[in-house]
Nanobody, 124 residues
Framework: QVQLVESGGGLVHPGGSLRLSCTAS????????IGWFRQAPGKEREGVSY????????YEIDSVKGRFTISRDSAKNTAYLEMSSLKREDTGVYYC?????????????????WGQGTQVTVSS
């Protein structure tokens, strides 16, 4: 059964850090592109960080550059999103997704598998 399961969300103060995890089953994360997306209440889903399947190149949107880092551990079949210097505007439900394609698609509708999401709330 193909499945992605996220964990690691929670409530954090502004300036704090969190690490989100995304564990895959039924397929190998090293063979797919990985994307982390988020959705705030009343807003559209937004891609924040991506990793290519081929060379593990990464891309982050400008608003999280230097604060968020995507990575993966092939031995654990798990992807991570390390988030630091968190801001209130980072609040939302975070999803990991996998795409069986080369490179890293930027559009959410190009991803084949999705996790259930984990809530991140940045508040004092």
């Amino acid at each position: 059964q193909v499945q992605l399961v996220e964990s690691g969300g929670g409530l954090v103060h502004p300036g704090g850090s969190l690490r989100l995890s995304c564990t895959a089953s039924g397929f190998t994360l090293a063979s797919v592109a990985i994307g982390w997306f988020r959705q705030a209440p009343g807003k559209e889903r937004e891609g924040v960080s991506y990793m290519a399947s081929t060379d593990e190149s990464t891309y982050e949107i400008d608003s999280v550059k230097g604060r968020f880092t995507i990575s993966r551990d092939s031995a654990k079949n798990t992807a991570y999103l390390e988030m630091s210097s968190l801001k209130r505007e980072d609040t939302g439900v975070y999803y990991c997704a996998a795409a069986r394609t080369l490179g890293f698609p930027l559009n959410w509708d190009e991803y084949d598998y999705w996790g259930q999401g984990t809530q991140v709330t940045v508040s004092s």
